[in-house]
């Protein structure tokens, strides 16, 4: 009994050690979690046969990968979950922003550095950490670009749970954060207990999603999805959809804005995510008259180089279509035909269209809300730690 007492002991240890250096890199939240995901299986499996994942084909093709660890990286015994904060309070308003239709909103995780790059660093760190103490562990970390349920994994970790808009949201820390995992051999003590789930009878996230994406509890139709269709689709955007994505020119957060937990959001830690080439402010004028040469060098080490610059001018041409009337906006869409390639041209074409039907004095823009109120839900909520500075717009940590 003392040899497996002494066993259990030390296992502890080294899991409150790898928790505590997983803290001193800037990770915010750390939990252990076993491979057994069989629990979701049947809903992911089901979400794919609705063909509710798109275009992205690579997610049928990866098979049970996803949902069964141990196939991915045989002799996986326990998966080490991590959270790191993105949100960046000193920012220009995103309420303001994302409201103003002639500005360009982009989703606040892609504002900084490319956070894959960040993440992995961190990761290898934490990985060599743990090497120091167990040299035999065999230790291998994913952010976000393998077949990994990220989100189901820290839930099981004990991490948050998971909400009717499909994200991970930590009772005391929202979900404006980035997930990462250390898949190991090592067998560690896991947390057994989850977070209740804490969404019960709010709908704020589905009431808000502008595309209506979000189609059942958890459930998100990425066809529908803004994130989606900026990043993720290669392709023209359904004609039904462009008014809806509004100047969301690269993802969407309005699920997360509109999500009470997010009043506790702890602020951005990392100089890496702080605001890049003023993209929480600039203009959709300003951003597509970006040549292809500027595209490349202002996304340098930033997520958003990976749509590349076709998929960058559709969805600034998509939103300039949605902007109030402005004939320097015509003249830009004008200028711009044949510059690109034909999809660009289809949506340039499209943007013209609606601008000059703007002219006419009986069309009312449809899109107009009060100013700082969500159209559906009942409020924003921000960070409580910090104020709204309303002369120049920046999100103000207090005094």
Not at 64 to 78: H, N, V, Y
Not at 183 to 203: A, E, F, M, W
Request: proline content about 5%; charged content about 20%.
């Amino acid at each position: 009994m003392s040899n497996a007492s002494e066993n259990a002991d030390d296992l502890n240890q080294l899991s409150r050690l790898i928790s505590q250096h997983a803290y001193s890199l800037g990770f915010s939240h750390c939990g252990i979690s076993n491979t057994d995901l069989s629990a979701h299986e049947a809903d992911y499996f089901n979400w794919i046969g609705l063909g509710y994942h798109g275009t992205m084909d690579y997610m049928e093709k990866h098979g049970t990968k996803r949902t069964r660890p141990t196939e991915l990286i045989p002799g996986t015994q326990s998966v080490i979950s991590v959270l790191m904060p993105y949100f960046e309070y000193e920012q220009h308003h995103p309420i303001t922003q994302l409201q103003s239709s002639q500005q360009a909103y982009i989703s606040r995780y892609a504002l900084g550095r490319d956070y894959h790059k960040v993440l992995r660093k961190k990761l290898a760190k934490l990985a060599e950490y743990i090497l120091t103490l167990e040299p035999q562990a065999a230790l291998r970390g994913f952010v976000d670009s393998a077949p990994v349920l990220e989100r189901q994994l820290a839930h099981k970790a004990g991490l948050g749970f998971l909400g009717k808009n499909s994200l991970l949201i930590h009772p005391k820390a929202g979900s404006w954060f980035f997930i990462g995992e250390i898949y190991t051999n090592l067998i560690l003590p896991t947390h057994t207990r989850s977070v209740k789930d804490g969404c019960g009878s709010c709908q704020a996230c589905i009431q808000e999603c502008p595309t209506q994406a979000i189609v059942a509890d958890g459930v998100v139709d990425a066809r529908r999805c803004i994130s989606y269709l900026t990043i993720e689709h290669p392709g023209p955007i359904d004609e039904v959809l462009r008014p809806l994505m509004g100047n969301r020119i690269y993802g969407c957060d309005d699920c997360q804005l509109v999500c009470p937990w997010n009043h506790f959001t702890p602020p951005n830690q990392q100089v890496d995510f702080k605001v890049r080439h003023q993209l929480d402010q600039a203009s959709l004028i300003e951003l597509f008259s970006w040549t292809e040469a500027e595209f490349e060098q202002n996304t340098a080490g930033s997520p958003i180089r990976r749509i590349g610059y076709e998929k960058w001018q559709r969805n600034i041409a998509t939103a300039l279509g949605n902007a109030q009337f402005d004939v320097d906006i015509v003249t830009l869409l004008e200028k711009n035909l044949g510059k690109v390639s034909e999809m660009v041209d289809q949506h340039i074409n499209w943007a013209l269209q609606q601008q000059l039907n703007k002219q006419k004095p009986e069309v009312k823009d449809q899109n107009l809300q009060k100013p700082g109120r969500p159209f559906h839900a009942a409020k924003y909520y921000l960070p409580k730690a910090i104020k709204t500075t309303t002369q120049t717009g920046f999100l103000d940590r207090p005094e």
